[in-house]
């Protein structure tokens, strides 16, 4: 083969590696970061399975601090920006994560990895021969990468790493604070609270329990022996609709479907004492909410004792019901927050702590309940994803500048 050929076709080669690696680092980013509480609440399930238990803010930090280097060094990939450093870092991130997701495929301490969040679920199996492949072709980028020129002139390498920095921060701070700015669970904007759930992947699932802590499995994903079988969930128990227990654990969930025109519900998975310095905020709110005829119930992630003791700490002034944590947390992320629902239909969803602090003193002839606009509908994913491309096809341009300019002082030249 000649050498000219041979050229050709590593040119080819790495360029394949590059869009295959770096779209996989890209997304896997972008969903973890789209979704900051999803992450956090995958990564505290890996620890709770090694028996650790670290703060919040801490996991946190490193939850969108992960998911914007797997970003970036996708975008660094894909466009062949700092060769030598994003390959490195690439192979680096896959030292740990396939051995780590050998021990998953093997043992199945979680159901799946979490590596593309809930935007893209694959067994454990494949998440570990995926992985494989990966590191395969990143060895072979860390030799050949630097041999191949890649889409932006290395001096303003520098600006690339900077907007698709902020890009997945941005997604975070928004998913963190508000919500995610795509949904990819169930109960999406626009669908039916307590109607039932289109979802083409309900499948039996198991649940074990250890150390007095439950988790779902699915058959693929069973664990191991030191785990208890409690009980298998059906797939018309799955796809059901959302249900909600009084403090007797009698089913309410028909009586608040027939309820129309605006009711806003306030979701709290964890309660505790966090949520009392809220508390005051919340009930004027309620105060609000019935000024303008919409009722206001609230779902906290307790049962029984525990749910009786949290309302008389929060004293909140309107009825409290309980539902499963992990349902809460399907339906909305955060701590506490907040889904306005308009004739069974949600409207929109916001984190409490997203919530404007002066709207319970909005007392004009306009309902701010109705005036709040929903994030999680695709359109302002759609417009941040715009601004981010249009900054990356400007620095594009920035480095082809000095070509341009040669081109015309040449066609000058020529002219006269």
Not at 14 to 39: E, H, M, N, Q
Not at 269 to 294: C, D, M, T
Request: net charge negative; glycine share 8%; charged share 20%.
């Amino acid at each position: 083969m000649q050498a000219g050929t041979r050229l050709k076709l590593r040119r080819v080669l790495v360029w394949l590696c590059r869009a295959a690696c770096g779209l996989t680092f890209a997304v896997s980013g972008w969903s973890k970061a789209i979704d900051p509480w999803g992450f956090l609440i995958k990564t505290n399930e890996y620890l709770s399975v090694w028996g650790l238990d670290l703060p919040r803010e801490l996991v946190l930090t490193c939850c969108i601090g992960l998911a914007t280097v797997e970003f970036v060094t996708g975008v660094l990939l894909m466009t062949g920006s700092l060769k030598r450093a994003s390959s490195v870092v690439a192979l680096a991130m896959m030292s740990f994560m396939l051995p780590l997701t050998a021990y998953i495929a093997l043992y199945n301490p979680v159901s799946d990895c979490g590596c593309f969040g809930d935007f893209f679920v694959i067994s454990n199996g494949a998440t570990f021969w995926k992985n494989i492949a990966l590191t395969a072709m990143i060895v072979y980028l860390t030799i050949t990468n630097r041999t191949v020129r890649g889409l932006y002139a290395a001096p303003i390498q520098w600006l690339v790493v900077a907007v698709s920095v902020a890009f997945p921060l941005s997604l975070s701070f928004i998913g963190y604070n508000i919500q995610p700015l795509v949904d990819f669970r169930p109960y999406k904007t626009g669908t039916e609270l307590f109607g039932e759930v289109n979802d083409a992947d309900a499948s039996v699932v198991y649940v074990y329990e250890k150390e007095g802590r439950r988790q779902e499995f699915s058959l693929s994903g069973l664990p191991d022996s030191t785990w208890t079988f409690v009980d298998v969930i059906e797939p018309a128990e799955l796809t059901g609709g959302f249900a909600v227990n009084d403090a007797d654990g009698d089913d309410v969930s028909p009586s608040l479907a027939e309820k129309t025109g605006g009711v806003l519900y306030l979701l709290v998975a964890e309660p505790g004492v966090q949520f009392l310095s809220r508390a005051h905020y919340v009930n004027r709110l309620h105060e609000y909410a019935a000024s303008k005829g919409i009722s206001m119930i609230g779902i906290a992630g307790a049962e029984g004792e525990s749910l009786l003791e949290w309302t008389a700490l929060a004293r909140p002034h309107f009825p409290v019901y309980s539902a499963e944590d992990t349902a809460l947390q399907q339906l909305a992320r955060g701590d506490a927050a907040l889904v306005y629902v308009k004739d069974g239909i949600i409207m929109w969803k916001r984190n409490l702590t997203g919530m404007d602090p002066l709207l319970p003193d909005r007392q004009g002839y306009e309902n701010a309940l109705e005036s709040v606009m929903p994030v999680d509908d695709g359109r302002a994913h759609a417009i941040a994803v715009a601004l981010y491309v249009a900054a990356m096809c400007i620095i594009y341009l920035l480095s082809l500048s000095p070509k341009i300019l040669r081109l015309f002082v040449s066609h000058t030249k020529k002219n006269d």
